[in-house]
């Protein structure tokens, strides 16, 4: 049985309604309705009221929706219903259906979730999906959620994916390929690196974790033969970091560095690009990754997915990797809470 008294601020997230068109209301409302199963920690969501339960209905989950005024109220409410912090859209949303009208509600909904938690009125941030270029055409001036997050707490935040057996960093993100290499110095490196080797202690309890640097070229470059962005570079990236006390190894191949074996050998990974990280990450768990916002003075998670509008509505989501940020936002919490 749930509890039924008052949850306290400390363990209670706020979730964000994400892009209306997409499966971020499938996927919330669906992992509602395993709350007990899936041991889930209290949460309400910023939303229209009305799309869930228009929504709801639709997929044919029986999720009664509360209102709520405030976060306090969430917990009570969690055991019986969904608790709704509302918001209206400006125009009815369909699923799979993008609207540029209902964008400044998007960003409404993220900004009073940062508020929330900056307050300490909740206990972290679950963002569902949102669709980039959409925001765009309302002024949204950020290429995502982390960077949106870094102007909203002034902080240098970095971008962990992580699922069962592998946490990764991507060293650089949403850029083209061909820009990457020029884009790799050896302070944004050192820098990504001390963050993660920070956030491996304080959110996650790991004491002195150890961190496997990949390469960007075939075979770590050959000396030099294939490319000398490990040797001007990304070595003494790695030394620099060995010197601040971070265990850090590399740079390593990155066709051997992610087999059950290698994985063994360390706690976390540096990518040097988005899809170094993601392809291994998708392949060892494609259901139960988590991104994971590090170097915030807050906590926030989101499922490792995007919008998914082509099954927005139709039932198919899965929501396991919303269950798993979940899950990881409320354990990140804790840890934090038992440092303070």
């Not at 941030?125 to 997050?149: C, D, M, Q, R």
């Not at 392809?279 to 170097?295: A, Q, R, S, W, Y």
């Amino acid at each position: 049985m749930f509890r039924s008294a008052p949850v306290p601020s400390a363990t209670l997230l706020v979730v964000t309604m994400g892009d209306p068109a997409g499966i971020g209301g499938d996927v919330t409302l669906a992992a509602w309705t395993r709350r007990r199963e899936s041991d889930l920690p209290p949460f309400f969501l910023i939303d229209d009221p009305d799309r869930l339960t228009t929504l709801a209905h639709q997929l044919g989950l029986k999720v009664p929706i509360t209102t709520i005024t405030a976060p306090v109220e969430a917990a009570n409410a969690f055991a019986s219903s969904l608790p709704v912090l509302p918001l209206q859209l400006s125009v009815t949303s369909t699923p799979g259906q993008l609207d540029k009208r209902n964008a400044p509600c998007v960003i409404d909904a993220l900004t009073r979730a940062v508020d929330l938690a900056k307050a300490d009125k909740v206990a972290g941030i679950v963002t569902n999906p949102i669709h980039k270029k959409t925001l765009y055409a309302s002024g949204f001036e950020h290429p995502g959620h982390t960077e949106f997050l870094a102007a909203a707490t002034d902080s240098t935040p970095v971008m962990m994916l992580s699922c069962p057996g592998l946490k990764i960093v991507p060293v650089t993100i949403h850029v083209p390929l061909h820009e990457v290499a020029s884009l790799l110095t050896h302070d944004l490196i050192v820098s990504r690196g001390k963050i993660l080797a920070a956030a491996l202690q304080s959110d996650f309890g790991i004491s002195s974790p150890r961190i496997a640097v990949a390469a960007l070229n075939p075979h770590a470059g050959e000396g030099g033969a294939l490319g000398k962005e490990e040797t001007d570079i990304i070595a003494p990236a790695v030394a620099t970091l060995c010197k601040l006390g971070i265990k850090a190894t590399g740079p390593a191949p990155a066709d051997t560095l992610f087999h059950s074996e290698a994985r063994a050998r360390y706690d976390a990974v540096l990518a040097m690009y988005h899809d170094q990280a993601l392809i291994p990450l998708k392949t060892i768990d494609f259901d139960n990754g988590v991104n994971t916002t590090l170097g915030l003075p807050i906590v926030r998670t989101s499922p490792d997915h995007g919008t998914a509008c082509d099954i927005a509505g139709t039932g198919k989501a899965n929501p396991a990797s919303f269950i798993a940020a979940l899950r990881q936002a409320a354990a990140i919490a804790a840890q934090r809470s038992s440092l303070s």
